[in-house]
């Protein structure tokens, strides 16, 4: 099974500032289609978890452009251009490209 | 507007079985891959179970295999998981997922129902 390690497990941050979580796996999540099968997930407190990225880079519905998604192959960045107070939550990614789908143990971002 | 809605979930003795059901409503059911995800107390997502449209394709991770089955009834826009031989490390919030498709493979879980709570313990 593909090990999905994300970094740091714990990211305190100001209203306003920028974050970034790093996720890495432990084989390439590029498919021969040419696209990366990583996914973001946001697990806000008391709530299921929620789609904010999928393919690497892509947003999914909704989610606002203050959030991207970056890398290839066995590295990939979550980036947050200005954190808000409702981005707090637990962030996680996960592999698509290879049966199990694998998640990370999941970054916890909250409001200094 | 997408809904999934888990049922079914409770409290077993260890070696009990439970069967989660999940209605969904506003979109499609037989069009889509459909998938259950848990989340044990305090812990981080796995995966469990996927199953394909019309039910033919199923998957399994490693550690419900040969214990938990996965099937759907698209006429009762349902999806079930039937969960046998329970151990007290099942115990979790089981999501159901929907699966979004990109270019043809396995894209992402672009709708979460709110989960049910399986708690095994004698």
């Known amino acids: 099974d593909i090990v999905m390690t994300q970094s740091p497990l714990y990211l305190p941050v100001s209203p306003g500032e920028p974050a970034s979580i790093s996720c890495r796996s432990s084989?390439?999540?590029?498919?021969?289609?040419?696209?990366?099968?990583l996914d973001w997930y946001l697990q806000k407190p008391g709530q299921s978890p929620q789609p904010l990225i999928f393919l690497g880079s892509n947003r999914a519905s909704g989610v606002p452009d203050r959030f991207s998604g970056s890398g290839s192959g066995t590295d990939f960045t979550l980036n947050i251009t200005r954190v808000e107070a409702e981005d707090v939550g637990l962030y996680y990614c996960?592999?698509?490209?290879?049966?199990?789908?694998?998640f990370g143990g999941g970054t916890k971002v909250e409001i200094k | 507007e997408v809904q999934l809605v888990e049922s079914g979930g409770g409290l077993v003795q260890p070696g009990g079985s439970l069967r989660l059901s999940c209605e969904a409503s506003?979109?499609?059911?037989?069009?889509?891959?459909m998938s259950w995800v848990r989340q044990a107390p305090g812990k981080g997502l796995e995966w469990v179970a996927s199953?394909?449209?019309?039910?033919?394709?199923?998957s399994f991770v490693d550690s419900v295999k040969g214990r938990f089955t996965i099937s759907r009834d698209n006429a009762r826009n349902s999806l079930y998981l039937q969960m046998n031989s329970l151990r007290a490390e099942d115990t979790a919030v089981y999501y159901c997922?929907?699966?979004?498709?990109?270019?043809?493979?396995?894209?992402?879980?672009?709708?979460w129902g709110q989960g049910s709570l399986v708690t095994v313990s004698s």
């Open positions: 996960m592999q698509a490209v290879q049966t199990p789908p694998t």
């Open positions: 199953i394909n449209q019309d039910g033919s394709e199923k």
């Open positions: 506003e979109f499609t059911f037989s069009r889509f891959w």
């Open positions: 997922a929907r699966i979004f498709l990109c270019f043809g493979e396995f894209g992402y879980f672009d709708h």
């Open positions: 084989q390439s999540l590029l498919h021969r289609n040419g696209y990366n099968y």
